[in-house]
């Protein structure tokens, strides 16, 4: 049996999730936090938000994000990806700024107009 504290919204439900049953979790209040609860132990993972470096902007690094959720185990490898990405302004809010990062089949956009 594992403790956890579910991330998905703000309350914060402490889950337990039980590895010899089928991963069924107790403690979540809804649906969602079922979902989490299974996906944190077999296959966790995560959106990246971070800041790239952009050339002609207003401020010299550009917020963006993942589209969505990549294994939590590439995030380091994702951020020296992204460490190394020079951005060139205009980018607009929404734009994809980096396709398909690592293989992982999810795309870096920004997330305001620089
Ligand atoms: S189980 Fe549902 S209500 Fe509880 S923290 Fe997770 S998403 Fe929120």
């Given at each position: 049996m594992t403790e956890l504290t579910c991330i998905v919204c703000?309350?914060?439900?402490?889950?337990k999730v039980d590895e010899?049953?089928?991963?069924?979790?107790k403690g979540n209040t809804c649906k969602r936090g079922e979902v989490y609860g299974k996906n944190e132990?077999?296959?966790?993972t995560r959106v990246l938000t971070t800041t790239v470096a952009?050339?002609?902007?207003?401020?010299g690094r550009c917020p963006v994000r993942t589209n969505g959720a990549i294994p939590k185990s590439k995030i380091f490898e994702a951020m020296d990806v992204l460490k190394k990405l020079r951005l060139t302004a205009p980018v607009r809010c929404g734009?994809?700024?980096l396709k398909n990062i690592l293989g992982?089949?999810?795309d870096v956009i920004a997330t305001r107009d620089m």
């Open positions: 703000p309350v914060g439900c402490r889950l010899e049953n089928g991963y069924a979790v132990l077999q296959n966790p952009i050339e002609g902007g207003t401020h734009e994809v700024v992982t089949g999810i």
